[in-house]
């Protein structure tokens, strides 16, 4: 079938260029037409849905492909492996005669060749297992919700779901965004006053997390991202990579989180994923649910948690969830 490709900025394989990707992508035969989109990160639009394919760059460059959210309804992109590893080979070992493929999610790609075929692979895998995805049949999202909320991941449920709310939950879709992070912020800092590491460097982590009361959400996110224990404490410092965090930050942040509390570790990272989740406005459970796994955390480990009524004037209602900038001092007035 004849497809098209979109021109656009490329940059997201360390080895291979855009008319490589191609050329991988017309070796399989696709049950439709599609489009090719250069952006961040590459796409596969078909006519009834969208699938993205990039290089993840975290320990190891593999390539990731995902579902688009907007198709399945789904917080976070559903990935191909998770979806294989979690749903469909389960259910396929159910059956007799059933052959495991070769999987290779352990792809540390150091070369173009191995790049390409481990495009390759992954493609294979999608036609193997999703073709009926890609002709628009979304029905094996559900039973892979319901696995994945079994087992205490609400990252995959619909975008309208409240049925995993408790008190705090209610409480957060009352605030906007910027009001749950705030929150958040004197969450960490009673925590740490209760741990007793008011000793340890924080001052250039909170004034990243609290800037997110007067800073463009998005920019912030990103800058979060790069400063977040799940970076800072796996990845090396990269120069190429740092746009925010420099080398000097990066070594003080490393130092603050191998002394911090891993329960300030959580509370940190929560803060920094209600921040960066697909919220679209407010009222959906995206940004409210990773503040009421927080404060879950502080109610299980007995620290008194910061009172969320004078939060209440800072309304979801304004700037489409995201709320009107403030500062700490506004807070209690």
């Known amino acids: 079938m004849e497809s098209v490709i979109s021109k656009g900025f490329g940059d997201k394989f360390q080895y291979i260029s855009r008319a490589d990707f191609e050329s991988v992508i017309a070796e399989f035969s696709w049950p439709a037409a599609y489009t090719i989109d250069d952006f961040v990160p590459f796409s596969l639009k078909f006519p009834k849905c969208t699938i993205y394919i990039s290089e993840e760059n975290f320990l190891a460059h593999k390539i990731k492909v995902s579902f688009s959210s907007s198709d399945t309804d ?124 008011e000793h340890l460097n924080w001052t250039y982590l909170f004034d990243l997390i609290w800037s997110t009361t007067t800073t463009f959400m998005y920019s912030w996110a990103d800058h979060m991202g790069e400063a977040s224990p799940f970076v800072v404490m796996h990845d090396p410092f990269d120069p190429r990579e740092a746009v925010y965090v420099m080398e000097e930050d990066f070594y003080q942040l490393k130092a603050l989180y191998d002394e911090a509390n891993p329960v300030l570790i959580t509370i940190i990272d929560r803060i920094w994923y209600a921040g960066m989740c697909n919220t679209g406005d407010g009222l959906t459970h995206y940004t409210i649910l990773p503040m009421q796994q927080l404060a879950d955390l502080m109610d299980k480990h007995a620290i008194p948690l910061p009172d969320i009524t004078p939060f209440f004037k800072f309304g979801v209602a304004e700037d489409s969830g995201w709320g009107r900038a403030f500062t700490r001092e506004e807070i209690y007035e």
Not at 112 to 118: L, Q
Not at 167 to 195: M, V
Request: aromatic residues 12%; neutral net charge.
């Open 74 to 197: 789904t917080g976070c992109a559903i990935t191909l492996l998770d979806a294989l590893n979690e749903l469909v080979l389960p259910e396929a070992r159910l059956n007799t005669g059933f052959k495991e493929p070769e999987i290779g999610t352990a792809a540390n790609n150091t070369s173009k060749e191995m790049v390409m075929d481990d495009l390759r692979n992954n493609c294979w895998l999608l036609l193997t297992y999703f073709t009926p995805h890609i002709n628009g049949d979304f029905s094996w999202v559900e039973r892979f919700r319901e696995v994945m909320k079994a087992r205490g991941n609400y990252d995959y449920l619909k975008s309208k779901d409240e049925s995993v709310f408790n008190h705090h939950g209610y409480n957060f879709k009352r605030i906007s965004i910027r009001a749950r992070l705030a929150y958040g912020a004197l969450c960490l800092e009673n925590a740490i006053k209760f741990y007793q590491q």
